[in-house]
């Protein structure tokens, strides 16, 4: 089936459906057999323990930029508070 073919039919779910397609499909993509076999990149990251500890971030010269607190708005996003 082509995207072409795909597509009308996806337009047709409802926003649930739509939503488990989308599920579904990141969860086909991110499978280890869909990588090619010398693509040692996309392996390592799949293979990565990323739940410990990881090594201090070198932010340069500069050092940590300054930074601003940021609040999550609903419909908006993140929104740097003033201050």
Do not use: C
Not at 3 to 24: C, G, H, W
Not at 41 to 53: I, K, P, V
């Amino acid at each position: 089936m082509t995207f072409t073919e795909l597509l009308p039919n996806l337009q047709k779910l409802n926003p649930s459906d739509k939503l488990r397609a989308i599920q579904f499909l990141a969860t086909e993509l991110s499978k280890t057999e869909n990588f090619a076999p010398n693509d040692l990149e996309s392996q390592s990251w799949l293979d990565a323990d990323l739940g410990g500890n990881l090594p201090e971030y070198d932010w340069g010269e500069g050092g940590m930029p300054s930074m601003k607190p940021v609040e999550y708005i609903s419909g908006i996003g993140l929104v740097a508070k003033a201050g």
